[in-house]
């Protein structure tokens, strides 16, 4: 299963932006997932679940997960179109000849986490 590894990836770096900053648990991740990476979000979902499942730094914890619609530019006329993943021309002149500009995304936009003794600082941290 294609999500599996990609959840168990986002979990691994998550979980170590979240311990490097000194968190106790972690309460949610949000991921921008471009629909060109052939995820599906409800599996995502799914995966998630099941490997928060067991593992007490995760429990009780929320996934929210942005999905990017693909977006490419026509290298015959420069027209720039939003598409979906099986129709790839560019619907100003037909052409096939085009480049992905977005869609391929898979990153960690934030996560939430408990912080000991200072509930203030419990909120959205970049991961990065
Ligand atoms: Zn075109």
Redesign the pocket.
């Given at each position: 299963m294609h999500e599996l590894g990609i959840m168990t990836g986002v979990m691994a770096s998550a979980r170590e932006a979240a311990e490097g900053a000194g968190a106790e648990r972690l309460l949610g991740v949000t991921l921008s997932v471009g629909e060109m990476t052939e995820a599906i979000e409800d599996a995502l979902h799914f995966a998630f679940e099941a490997l928060c499942e067991g593992d007490s730094y995760f429990e009780g914890a929320q996934l929210t997960v942005n999905m990017i619609a693909p977006k490419s530019r026509?290298?015959?006329?420069?027209?720039e179109f939003q598409h979906d993943r099986f129709h790839l021309f560019?619907?100003?002149?037909?052409?096939f000849?085009?480049e992905l500009i977005c869609g391929r995304e898979l990153q960690i936009d934030s996560i939430e986490v408990d912080l000991p003794d200072d509930e203030e600082e419990s909120g959205a941290c970049p991961s990065t």
């Open positions: 026509c290298l015959e006329c420069g027209n560019c619907p100003a002149c037909d052409s000849a085009t």
